[in-house]
C-alpha cells in the first residue's frame, strides 16, 4: 500500500511548538521517572516523559550543537536522516550523552551500571523526510549484546508531531524478533521492514488482518513538545510516517544499556564501540574514551545511513 498520507502544515502560533521549560522544584529530583512511569514502560514497551528533560540552557547548548552538525552534513550532499554516531566524530556531545539529567532518567530502566550503545540524530526535513519502516531495534541487534537490554531516550529537538512524522509505537507489541522483507530504501530510512506491516501508514495499522495472533495492534503517537522525550524499549514494534509537512522534526535518540550486558562488539554490521557512562562495566566489554574522538571510526561508518 503506498504511504501517501496528507501531512497540513503546522501554523507558527500551535501551542505544542513551545519547548517544554516547565520547570518545578522537583522537575530533576532522582529518580526521575515515577513507579507508574516505570511501570507503564515494563508494561507497554515505552513511556512518554512530558516533562522538562535538560535543563534550558543544555538544550539551547544541544540544538545549537546540532543545528551546526547538521549544516555540515547536509553541506556534504548527506540526508539529514543519516546522522549515525555522531559521538564517534565529536565527543563533545558527550556533555549531553552523559549529563545526569539524561542518565538519571534511564537510571529506573537499567539500573547503575549504565553504558551508551549508540546515539543518532534522526532529522526528517520539511517537505520531504524518510518515513522510519515499522522495525523492532533488537530484530537488528540480535547477535550484538546478552542478554537484548536497550533502552533508547528519544530527545525532541524540534516538536514531534503527526503532521511532521512523529515516532508511533505499537504499545506492548514486545517479541522483538518478527519476519521482515525488503522496502524502498529512497523513501524509508532503511530498507526492511516487518511483513505484516510492511508500509502501513500509522492510521492504517489497526486494520491490518494480519497481525500476530493475541498482539494489540494499534499505533500510538508519541506527540512531544521540544525538550520532552520518549523512552522505548528495543524490542519495541515502532516506526514514523513521512514529513511532508512545513516542519522540520529531529530527535537526538541515545540508546543506553546496564554495563552487565556483554557486548559482542565483532559481530556489529558496522565498525562500532561502546561507552561506560556511569557505574561499572562488564569485565569482558571494551570501553571507548568519551574525551576524544575516533575519525576513523566514524569515516569507516560514514554514508551508511542508520543504527540499525
Ligand atoms: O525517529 C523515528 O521516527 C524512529 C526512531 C527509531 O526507530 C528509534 O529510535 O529506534
Redesign the pocket.
Known sequence: MPTTAAAPDVAANDPRLAPNFDFRPETFNRPRLTQDEVAAYCRDGYVLYHKPVLRREQFDGLFAHFERLLDEHTRAGLRPESMDTPHFADHRLFEWVFCDEVLDLVEPLVGPNIALFSS?F?A?PAGDGK??PW?E?SFYWRDLMEPMHVC?V?LSLDP?LPEN????VIPNALHGYSDYEDVDESTN?FGTEINWLKNLRTDQVQDAGDAPKGLRVRAAK?ELRPNEASL?D?RLI???DPNRSNLR?C?Y?M?FIPASVLYQSRNHRFPHQIYLARGTGHPDNHYADPTRDYPDLFEQRFGTG???
Open positions: 543518532h534522526l526528517k518515513r522510519v522495525h531495534d533508547t528519544w514531534s512524522g512523529c515516532m508511533n530510512v508519541c522505548h528495543a515502532h516506526g514514523s522534526r530527535g535518540t540508546r542508520n543504527s540499525h
